[in-house]
């Protein structure tokens, strides 16, 4: 807010003193003298002015970096270790390759759809090649440069999750051509119905604090379509394909909690109360979904693994995500073990019953783990945290609105990434050979191997 002339704002503290009608109105017209002479536009002494808060902007660059590291090396671990010896090479080069795509990506057209304009389910290309961003240019309190990073962040990550579910069995040009498509006509669309201002979805009342629809419902779907479009690894449930090294994945899965506190308590764009609540509810909801997903393991199957309270963490973090605004630590808590026990559920039996491939279960924790957590947002949802209340606090048709929030991004998620990858396997192909499929494919597509 500007600052008012004090030689006006003396006389106006006299006309109310004194009640004085005459002075009120002398003093209104030297008001208007006053702005004029200034070269001020009238009603500009009320208007409020973006102001960079350095707090807040040395926050969101630690936040930046935070999500940042979820992918490399979080993410990157986390997978490599999961998968065969014989791959773990091929599926660190594609989330590595995805954060340099993604980066480009955002920057040429991405950002631009997602938050380049007002539409309400496009962004526009206003911004493309990020055109008008300058070194003052302010979003709220912080850079835009330091926003558009740190939203590129969410838009290496999502593409990058979607590789667990086909690992082992897709051409390495495949991936680069579908994170490129994926992110433009996939993410940057759903992010601009979910926070671009005028989006949708958001104009609907959808909860969505930090990617519970935007990243990891549309990552778990994408997931799936590409684990059934695609088919089952050679030898599925014939041979054996356990996690070759689950110590690069407890590290992995640590760097990704870490991390994730950027991502969530990022995600309040301030350093403030906000920020902090969100923080909180991440940590306990992820200890709980742990918790819980190792409780039912070693009930159901006899015994604890660290792969089942490494994915229960990621469960619980997953869950939080779009709540972690909006909820205090009691609804974090019943969050995290919901989600835990959802998605244990889910990356077992339903993935058994149904007999799809989703690899490295990324459905199982970020598609169900995000629709669990987006529909328990309209439950647990508190108005003194977040400025809306859920049905606990009587707004029980919050829930039917996060209903439709996360309809709206399967569907479109679901039909569009279906039309990228037919696309893709008519005119360069999706899988490997069953040759170079049976052998090692780090060997065959990168003429590398871990010794």
Request: aromatic share 10%.
């Amino acid at each position: 807010m500007r600052n008012p002339n004090p030689f006006n704002t003396a006389i106006a503290s006299l006309a109310r003193i004194f009640n004085l009608p005459a002075i009120g109105k002398f003093v209104s017209i030297l008001a208007l003298a006053g702005l004029a002479l200034t070269g001020l536009p009238a009603g500009a002494l009320a208007a409020e002015t973006a102001k960079l808060d350095s707090g807040d902007t040395a926050w969101m660059l630690t936040a930046t970096a935070l999500v940042l590291l979820m992918t490399v090396p979080g993410l990157a671990l986390f997978y490599g270790g999961m998968v065969r010896k014989r791959n773990v090479l091929t599926i660190v080069m594609q989330v590595f390759a995805i954060t340099c795509i993604a980066t480009i990506v955002w920057f040429a057209v991405a950002y631009s759809i997602a938050f380049g304009g007002d539409g309400a389910y496009w962004g526009g290309l206003s911004k493309a090649f990020l055109a008008g961003m300058g070194k003052d240019s302010l979003s709220g309190t912080i850079p835009e440069s330091v926003f558009m990073t740190f939203q590129m962040t969410f838009a290496i990550i999502t593409p990058a999750l979607i590789v667990g579910a086909f690992a082992d069995r897709v051409k390495f040009p495949a991936v680069v051509v579908f994170t490129i498509l994926w992110l433009i006509f996939v993410y940057a669309p759903i992010a601009h119905w979910v926070w671009g201002g005028e989006g949708w979805i958001g104009k609907l009342g959808v909860l969505d604090f930090a990617g519970g629809t935007v990243v990891h419902i549309n990552s778990g779907i994408a997931g799936l379509v590409a684990a059934i479009f695609i088919g089952k690894r050679l030898g599925y449930r014939k041979v054996e394909m356990a996690p070759h090294n689950l110590v690069l994945s407890l590290v992995g899965a640590s760097l990704l909690w870490v991390g994730w506190f950027g991502f969530n308590a990022g995600s309040a764009l301030a350093a403030d109360g906000s920020a902090g609540m969100a923080m909180a509810v991440t940590q306990i909801a992820s200890a709980a979904a742990a918790l819980a997903w190792l409780s039912a393991e070693w009930m159901i199957r006899g015994k604890p693994t660290v792969l089942g309270i490494l994915s229960g963490a990621i469960a619980g973090l997953v869950g939080i995500t779009p709540a972690s605004g909006f909820v205090g630590p009691v609804g974090g808590l019943a969050i995290g073990l919901i989600a835990g026990l959802a998605c244990y559920w889910a990356s077992t039996s339903l993935k058994r019953r149904l007999g799809y491939d989703d690899a490295l279960d990324v459905f199982g924790i970020h598609g169900v783990g995000g629709i669990v957590g987006a529909l328990l947002t309209g439950v647990f949802a508190e108005k003194a945290i977040g400025g809306t209340a859920g049905a606990i606090e009587g707004n029980v048709g919050q829930i039917l609105t996060q209903v439709y929030g996360i309809l709206g991004t399967i569907i479109w998620c679901a039909v569009v990434t279906a039309i990228l990858l037919f696309a893709i396997k008519v005119t360069i192909g999706l899988r490997v050979s069953e040759e170079e499929e049976g052998d090692s494919l780090d060997l065959r597509l990168h003429g590398e191997a871990v010794q």
